[in-house]
């Protein structure tokens, strides 16, 4: 079982729809971020969070510490947001990646 | 436009050949990173450098041999290399080691015949 778990692993939506994208930790973290990754392979950090709330744009980021439970949202769906969209932990001094959601946004 | 560059985008290569991976940024970071990426398999981490130094190889087998010639600057050489070993290789920069926020470069997809 890995230590950062993320579902659903595929995820299709209508243009607008409201989308939550969740990730599970086992492990103790000092930070979980929230990463996009495109279709021609290049990652970009869209969060990194350790407590509460973060929002950017369209964009929201949660985290449950207790629960060790973090979900990303995105509001208004665009076909743009397609890509995959990876969780990640910060334990000790590493990061331990989930396997991401693979979004895909019709219009 | 992350600030952290790769070339090649693309690289084609047989098992015999001798190549290089190169990775630039100038953001001022002190660690750079090397990530390999399978279909269907979380990010893994290969190498860690810190100020130039190395400070983490995670198992990596000698085929790959990194290099850092200075802060702004990671190579990853290649000889002899594996079908297996087919992938998207991802560097990385942050300020520091320890997990602080992750600045990544556009990858470059490797395949090996």
């Known amino acids: 079982k890995n230590e950062v778990e993320q579902s659903p692993q595929n995820l299709t939506a209508q243009e607008g729809e409201f989308i939550t994208i969740n990730c599970s930790y086992s492990?103790?973290?000092?930070?979980l971020h929230w990463l996009q990754q495109h279709p021609g392979g290049g990652i970009v950090s869209l969060f990194m969070?350790?407590?509460g709330k973060k929002k950017h744009g369209r964009l929201i980021a949660t985290i449950n510490i207790q629960e060790k439970h973090s979900s990303l949202h995105i509001t208004a769906s665009h076909p743009r947001d397609s890509a995959v969209y990876i969780c990640?932990?910060?334990?000790?001094?590493?990061?331990?990646f989930g396997t991401g959601t693979r979004l895909q946004v019709f219009p | 436009e992350t600030g952290v560059t790769q070339t090649p985008r693309h690289l084609v290569m047989g098992m015999t050949n001798k190549k290089s991976l190169k990775c630039e940024q100038h953001?001022?970071?002190?660690?750079m990173y090397w990530y390999k990426q399978s279909a269907k398999k979380p990010l893994e981490l290969m190498f860690v450098?810190?100020?130039?130094?190395?400070?983490e190889n995670n198992s990596v087998p000698s085929r790959f041999s990194p290099e850092c010639p200075n802060s702004s600057h990671l190579f990853l050489h290649l000889h002899t290399l594996q079908p297996e070993d087919s992938a998207l290789y991802l560097c990385?920069?942050?300020?520091?080691?320890?997990?602080?926020?992750?600045?990544f470069g556009e990858g470059s997809r490797l395949t090996v015949l």
């Open positions: 990640a932990v910060s334990n000790t001094d590493k990061l331990i």
């Open positions: 969070l350790s407590s």
């Open positions: 492990v103790g973290i000092s930070a």
């Open positions: 990385a920069s942050s300020f520091r080691t320890g997990g602080g926020e992750l600045f």
């Open positions: 450098y810190s100020l130039e130094e190395r400070v």
């Open positions: 953001l001022g970071h002190n660690a």
